[in-house]
């Protein structure tokens, strides 16, 4: 059973950059699944913000492409995400997660998530 | 981006109870509709994918259907670890979007 743990600073100052790592345990980042960040601001819904695979192929959300970089690292076993020019609207819980099918057909919905971590935007 | 509308926001039931909730989407979505359950500080568990099928250890109370634009999650009888707030998500097309959520509440 694979497992995801978040990791990274929990408050960031605005206009910087917020780096997340996610480490894959229990499984191969090299195997055929897709890898995802999402966000959730407090008290609100669900936001996708993209997803990798361990070719480094990417997708992004186009309301955020412009900010994010989304890496993945196969000796370590993890993936990461970046977001540039943060303000107060990025303040989140990030998850990790795995899209289980990869680029097959009918990807899209993820089946295994980290706890997620808050990172607030704050000076 | 496709927009997905759950309703309603906030639904009171009580143990036992049959609950239905509701999920559309802005423009056709095929069968490409995934529900999750979310608990307060807990990650999204993914309940149903594809509209109707049932992920592997989730409960049979649970069930999923619709295609195109509206689409249901009905729990048959409520069960007190039930209580959470519920999410679709569509994956017909990028960016994948999610619906903005609905809590059901102990009545």
């Known amino acids: 059973q694979v497992q995801l743990q978040e990791s990274g600073p929990g408050l960031v100052k605005p206009s910087g950059t917020l780096s997340l790592t996610c480490a894959v345990s229990g499984g191969s980042i090299s195997s055929s699944n897709l890898w995802i960040w999402v966000r959730q601001p407090p008290g609100r819904g669900l936001e996708w913000i993209g997803e990798i695979y361990h070719s480094g192929s990417t997708n992004y959300n186009p309301s955020l492409k412009s900010r994010v970089t989304i890496s993945v690292d196969k000796s370590k076993n993890q993936f990461s995400l970046k977001l540039s020019s943060v303000t107060a609207a990025d303040t989140a819980v990030y998850y990790c997660?795995?899209?289980?099918?990869?680029?097959?057909?009918?990807?899209?919905?993820?089946?295994?998530w980290g706890q997620g971590t808050l990172v607030t935007v704050s000076s | 981006d496709i927009q997905m509308t759950q309703s309603p926001s906030t639904l009171s039931a009580s143990v036992g109870d049959r609950v239905t909730i509701t999920c559309r989407a802005s423009q056709s979505i095929s069968s490409w509709l995934a529900w999750y359950q979310q608990k307060p500080g807990k990650a999204p568990k993914l309940l149903i994918y594809k509209a109707s099928s049932l992920e592997s250890g989730v409960p049979s109370r649970f069930s999923g259907s619709g295609s195109g634009t509206e689409f249901t999650l009905t729990i048959s009888s409520l069960q007190p670890d039930d209580f959470a707030t519920y999410y679709c998500q569509q994956y017909k097309s990028y960016p994948w979007t999610f619906g903005q959520g609905t809590k059901v509440e102990i009545k």
């Open positions: 997660a795995r899209d289980r099918l990869g680029y097959s057909y009918g990807r899209g919905y993820f089946d295994s």
